[in-house]
Each structure stands twice: as C-alpha cells, then as structure tokens.
T-cell receptor, first 110, second 109 residues
Framework: DAGITQSPRHKVTETGTPVTLRCHQTENHRYMYWYRQDPGHGLRLIHYSYGVKDTDKGEVSDGYSVSRSKTEDFLLTLESATSSQTSVYFC?????????FGPGTRLTVT | GQNIDQPTEMTATEGAIVQINCTYQTSGFNGLFWYQQHAGEAPTFLSYNVLDGLEEKGRFSSFLSRSKGYSYLLLKELQMKDSASYLCAALDSNYQLIWGAGTKLIIKP
C-alpha cells in the first residue's frame, strides 16, 4: 500500500466552513498528489507537490489550497466548503512509474 | 484539449473473456496505464504500456497502439471478483496523468 494514510476517512461539514484533509506517507516519496473523484468524471487533479514547500495547481484547484511543510505530510484545505466540493478525495504518491493511492476521504458538504 | 474515452459500463459472464477499450488524445504521450477500482476502494495499478504491442500479466493483458491513440485491457477467465471499475489513464508531456471516467464491469454467473 506504499505506506499512505489519509485522515479523516469520512467527514460531514457545513457550507462555508474550512476543512483540512491530511495525507501521510512513510516512505519518503518526493511527489504527492491530491485528486477528487466524482461519478461520471475521471480522477481530477487538484494540486500536487514535488518537494517540501514546492507545490503546483492541477486542473480543478479553485477553492482549494495545499501545504507541504514535511516530506511525509501533504495537506489539502477547502478554504470555505461548498456543496460542489462533496466528493471522494484521494491522495497519491509516485513510486517508479506508478501512482499509488491512499484509501480516500469521503467528504460531504451540507 | 486532452481527452480519454472508455465505455461507461460492460457486462460479461463468469469464465468468459472481455475487452475494455480506451482511446486517448493528449498533449504528448509518455505511456498508458490501467487501474482497477473496487467499489468504495482506492484504484490499484494493473498495467503500463509505453511501446506498441501486447503486455501479458496472468489473466490480464493490455495492448497499445500509439499511432491510433488506442489501448485495450483484456481480461480472461473472468471471476466474480473482477467486478470493478477499470480506469484508463494517459501520461502527458508534463508527466501528469489524464484519467478516463472508468468502465464499470459487471460479471454475471
């Protein structure tokens, strides 16, 4: 499983509240990614990181920010959650030529 | 723009063979991936093709034609546990994965 954990695994929050999701890896991988997955859509890249404090935007970055202050942790923050951000969020790392995924966080914004 | 197309859903019978097709258009190309995703779980890696041709791995095989922008995943001797979604993804010139929406495979006894 490439040593990837995500927390929380499930969360229900109200519109307008900030939310932070955490991705933690234990194998010192340089590249980390945040995706969202919605029915009828492929996995869509939100943000990614290529090292400590080095991050870049993906295709659906509006309304999201990230931080990576340590190699092992990559945080995704929804600054003011909206119902359109209800989704399943996956963290991933690159190892070799493959991406390995964390177990996912199911977020519901009411 | 960049685009990956694959069928939304397919049905097959236990013990049979099924082929899941994927066509892609990307800015540059550095390989084609197939992932399996069971309901409620994370995607897991199945195969990677960067050269034309067929790669075989047990009951699963994956084919790539770069000139046609086409790939398929072939599953043989289908088992009930193969019921899952199968995701096609192409690696573009920036080494970012562009994902299809996935094909839900239903296996009937």
């Amino acid at each position: 499983d490439a040593g990837i954990t995500q927390s929380p695994r499930h969360k229900v929050t109200e519109t307008g509240t900030p939310v932070t999701l955490r991705c933690h890896q234990t194998e010192n991988h340089r590249y980390m990614y945040w995706y969202r997955q919605d029915p009828g859509h492929g996995l869509r890249l939100i943000h990614y990181s290529y090292g400590v404090k080095d991050t870049d935007k993906g295709e659906v970055s509006d309304g999201y920010s990230v931080s990576r202050s340590k190699t092992e942790d990559f945080l995704l923050t929804l600054e003011s959650a909206t119902s359109s951000q209800t989704s399943v969020y996956f963290c991933a790392i690159y190892s070799g030529f493959e991406q390995y995924f964390g177990p996912g966080t199911r977020l519901t914004v009411t | 723009g960049q685009n990956i197309d694959q069928p939304t859903e397919m049905t097959a019978t236990e013990g049979a063979i099924v082929q899941i097709n994927c066509t892609y258009q990307t800015s540059g190309f550095n390989g084609l991936f197939w992932y399996q995703q069971h309901a409620g779980e994370a995607p897991t890696f199945l195969s990677y093709n960067v050269l034309d041709g067929l790669e075989e791995k047990g009951r699963f095989s994956s084919f790539l034609s770069r000139s046609k922008g086409y790939s398929y995943l072939l599953l043989k001797e289908l088992q009930m546990k193969d019921s899952a979604s199968y995701l096609c993804a192409a690696l573009d010139s920036n080494y970012q994965l562009i994902w299809g929406a996935g094909t839900k495979l239903i296996i009937k006894p």
